[in-house]
């Protein structure tokens, strides 16, 4: 073999041949499923997608519809009105977390 | 029952079409015929089962080039961690052939010698050399297939050729028996 430095032209035959020699000596014919059979799957696949959607959707929508049908506070306390009547001082949060307590006056001693 | 969206007739035009450029790419990542063709089949049963889903393919050129070359990614990938680089061809023994035995192991020689030297290419390089000395494609055509500019099949084709002819002569590799 030889040595020295070849350009791609003079190598273009060895190219050739070694990618020629690659090529299938026969090439088969069109691989195919048969109809009938591409036909069964797509239609049970489409059947059974489209249940499978109905189905996810109808749970969504029950689901959405229990949420807002839910009582707004299933424990019964109206925290909400306490918090909107509470004043600045916290006098009525006191009374209605210690509903016994009387609040200590401050003595005055004369 | 119902016609399909691509008929056997379109489905025949299209594998009659395709299939030489479809192997041609499968065989530039992978470096091996039988594992090209196995990709090829599948790229073109995957074409058929797509196309018969309801989907539409508007360019079935570009779809099947795109599967195939993508189905061949991870098949190199791992075909390397089955066997490392070592092509599937060469774990049996040499098959029989009309040329004397030194012959034709000096040409089993010279075509694994041109295996490594390609398997260092970049593989969308080993596209354009597949396509232009498997199916004698000129880049005008290599660029339709590909989808890239002319310009650059031109360069990229002219950039490997020049490696190959360098890394060749480099371990005397320059003709065969």
Redesign the interface.
């Known amino acids: 073999m030889n040595r020295t430095s070849h350009s791609p032209e003079d190598l273009d035959p060895l190219f050739r041949v070694y990618f020629q020699a690659q090529l299938p000596k026969a090439w088969p014919a069109a691989p195919r499923i048969s109809e009938t059979v591409t036909h069964q799957r797509a239609s049970i696949r489409t059947t059974r997608g489209s249940w499978i959607l109905a189905g996810s959707v109808a749970a969504l929508l029950g689901f959405g519809a229990v949420l807002s049908y839910a009582p707004q506070n299933p424990t019964g306390t109206n925290d909400s009105d306490l918090l909107r009547n509470a004043t600045a001082n916290g006098e009525k949060l006191d009374k209605h977390i210690f509903p016994d307590h009387q609040p200590k006056l401050p003595e005055f001693e004369p | 029952?119902?016609e399909?969206p691509v008929s056997?007739q379109e489905?025949?035009a299209t594998?009659?079409l395709y299939?030489?450029a479809v192997?041609a790419l499968a065989?530039a990542w992978r470096l091996d015929?039988s594992a090209a063709?196995d990709i090829m089949?599948e790229t073109?049963?995957r074409y058929?089962?797509h196309a018969?889903?309801?989907s539409e393919i508007k360019n079935p050129k570009a779809w099947l080039m795109k599967v195939a070359r993508n189905l061949a990614e991870d098949d190199s990938k791992s075909a390397f961690r089955r066997h490392g680089t070592i092509p599937t061809e060469l774990f049996g023994t040499i098959p029989g052939s009309s040329m004397p035995p030194d012959a034709e192991l000096q040409r089993r020689e010279?075509?694994q010698a041109?295996r490594s030297v390609l398997d260092e290419l970049p593989a969308p390089d080993r596209e354009i050399?597949?396509m232009r000395?498997?199916l004698d494609q000129d880049a005008p055509q290599i660029a339709e297939y590909l989808g890239i500019p002319v310009s650059a099949i031109h360069m990229r084709l002219?950039r490997a050729?020049?490696r190959?002819?360098?890394k060749?002569?480099?371990i005397?590799?320059?003709?065969?028996p």
Do not use: C
């Not at chain 2, 005397?172 to 065969?176: D, E, M, R, Y």
């Open positions: 029952m119902p399909l056997s489905f025949d594998y009659a299939h030489r192997w065989f015929s063709m089949q073109f049963l058929w089962k018969n889903s309801g010279a075509f041109i050399l597949t000395y498997a002219s050729r020049q190959l002819a360098e060749l002569s480099a005397g590799v320059t003709q065969l």
